[in-house]
C-alpha cells in the first residue's frame, strides 16, 4: 500500500485551536522589515529573559508576540502571501531572538522546518492549506526524535485505519510541541515490502495526542522539548506529507534545519558578548598585578574582548555566506548544489558552536565570581550554549568538510547536515 497512490485533497474540517483565538500576524513587505521586527521584538524580550528562566515562566505572552509580529509566516512563499524571505533573513531573525532569549529563539526552527518539508515535498492543495494555517498565526511544533534506543530506527507507526491513518508512539525532544496548534511528527509504515517515512501534521489538540512538558535539560529551560504520545490518534490522510523522498533526491531541508541552529548557536554567544561588555565596564574588577583601575583597561581583557568580536564577527559572515549557498540550491536543487550549501553551513555551524561556548564561558572569566551570582541569571548563556551545541556533534561537522575537500565525498542526506 502507499499513500502516494490515492492523494487527497486538504482536509475538509479542521480541529478546533488548542490555543484562544489567534490574532491575524502583521504582513511583513521586505526582508528589511521582518530584521526590523526582530531586533524590536529581542529588545522587549531581553529584560524578562533571566527571570523567565530562572522560574522557569513558558513564555506564552511572548510567544504570542513573537507570532503576531508577522515573523512566524516570513518563509511562506509569496505566491502564498508569505515574505518569501532570503535564507540570510531567517537566519539573521532566529539569531537577534536568540541573543535575546535562546528558548524563544530555538521554539520556531522546527515550525520553519516543517514549512521547508511542505515546500519541497507537499502537494499543492497541502501547502495552499497549511500555509494559510500559518498566514492566520498557527504554529507547528515537532515530535521527530525518539529516545531509548541506540539505534536511528522509527518506530513511530502510521497505519490504515478506514479511509484515514492513525499513529501509536511515543517521541521526545519535541521542541515547540507544547505551545503548537499542530505537531509534525515523524512516522514510518511499511509499503510495497519496505519501510517509508512521512511527516504527519497532527492537531495538538487530537485525541489520542497527550504532549507532557517533562522537560528538565539544564539549558533551553523554555522550549518545551519534552514528550509527546499518540495513542491510536487519528489523522487524516490530506495531513501526511512525505519525507523519506526528500532525501532520496537532493533537496535543501537539512541544510535549511542546520543553519538555525547555527544562527541559534550565534544569537546565544551574542548574547553573552551582550552581557560581558557592561558588567567588564562597571562591576569587575581589575587584577591586583595590573595596577589599573578599571577591568576594562587590563590589556589582557581587552584582548580576550577583542578574540570574541573577532569570532562574532567570522561566525557572522559565514552565516551569511553559507545562507547564499543554500538560497541558491533551493532554487536549483542538485546533488552538488545540495552538497554546496550542507558544507558551507557546516562550516557556520561549526564556528557558531565554538563562539557560543567560548563567548558563554570567558563571561565569567572576564567578569569574575561576582558574575556566578544566581540573581543576575548570567548561568543560562552557558547552559544554553552547552545544551543547544549538543543538538548533533560538531566533530561531525569537521568531518563532513574535511572528507569533501580532501576527498570530493559528497555530504550525507539526513537532514543533520
Known amino acids: 500500500m502507499s499513500l502516494l497512490l490515492t492523494p487527497t485533497p486538504a482536509p475538509a474540517r479542521q480541529l478546533k485551536p488548542a490555543d484562544p483565538p489567534l490574532q491575524r500576524p502583521a504582513r511583513l513587505p521586505d526582508d528589511a522589515a521582518a530584521v526590523r521586527a526582530a531586533r524590536q521584538l529581542a529588545a522587549e524580550f531581553a529584560p524578562g529573559a ?28 509569496r505566491e502564498h502571501g508569505g515574505l518569501g524571505a532570503s535564507s540570510a533573513t531567517l537566519a539573521e531573525v532566529t539569531a537577534l531572538i536568540s541573543a535575546a532569549d535562546g528558548s524563544l529563539g530555538q521554539i520556531p526552527q522546527n515550525h520553519f522546518y516543517a514549512l521547508e518539508v511542505l515546500r519541497v515535498g507537499g502537494s499543492r492543495s497541502q501547502q495552499r492549506f497549511f500555509y494559510e494555517r500559518v498566514m492566520a498565526g498557527e504554529r507547528f511544533g515537532n515530535a521527530l526524535a525518539e529516545i531509548g534506543h541506540k539505534d536511528f530506527k522509527r518506530r513511530t507507526r502510521l497505519t490504515r485505519a478506514g479511509s484515514g491513518w492513525r499513529i501509536e508512539g511515543r517521541k521526545f525532544y519535541c521542541t515547540g510541541a507544547l505551545y503548537a496548534h499542530w505537531i509534525p511528527t515523524l512516522v514510518a509504515t511499511e509499503e510495497e515490502g519496505r519501510e517509508v517515512q512521512y511527516l504527519a501534521f497532527v492537531p495538538r489538540n487530537a485525541p489520542g495526542v497527550t504532549v507532557t512538558d517533562d522537560w528538565d535539560g539544564m539549558g533551553q529551560r523554555l522550549t518545551g522539548s519534552g514528550s509527546v504520545a499518540f495513542d491510536n490518534a487519528e489523522v487524516e490522510p490530506g495531513w ?48 591586583m598585578d595590573s595596577g589599573l583601575a578599571r577591568a576594562a583597561d587590563d590589556p589582557l581583557a581587552i ?33 552538488r548544489s545540495v552538497a554546496e550549501a550542507s558544507i558551507a553551513v557546516a562550516e557556520a555551524r561549526a564556528l557558531s558552536t565554538s563562539f557560543s561556548l ?43 568538510v574535511g572528507n569533501y575537500v580532501l576527498n570530493d565525498k559528497l555530504p550525507p542526506r539526513h537532514g543533520a547536515l
Open 50 to 77: 533571566a527571570a523567565r528562566d530562572q522560574s522557569r515562566t513558558l513564555p506564552w505572552a511572548e510567544l504570542d508576540a513573537f507570532v503576531a509580529s508577522g515573523l512566524w509566516a516570513i518563509s511562506v512563499p
Open 240 to 287: 501526511v506529507v512525505p519525507f523519506q523522498a526528500s532525501f532520496e533526491q537532493p533537496t535543501t531541508i537539512g541544510p535549511f534545519a542546520q543553519i538555525l541552529h547555527a544562527a541559534i548557536d550565534l544569537g546565544i554567544g551574542q548574547g553573552a558578548l551582550a552581557a560581558t561588555l557592561p558588567f567588564l565596564r562597571e562591576h569587575a574588577r581589575p587584577w
Open 303 to 335: 584582548q580576550q574582548v577583542g578574540e570574541l568580536k573577532v569570532q562574532q564577527a567570522a561566525a557572522h559572515a559565514l552565516l551569511r555566506r553559507a545562507a547564499r549557498f543554500l538560497d541558491a540550491a533551493q532554487l536549483r536543487p542538485t546533488e
Open 358 to 400: 567560548d563567548a558563554s564561558t570567558r563571561l565569567f572569566e572576564l567578569c569574575g565570581t561576582a558574575a556566578t551570582l544566581g540573581k543576575l541569571g548570567l548561568d543560562r548563556f552557558w547552559r544554553n550554549a552547552r545544551t543547544h551545541t549538543l543538538h548533533d556533534p560538531v566533530r561531525w561537522k569537521y568531518h563532513a
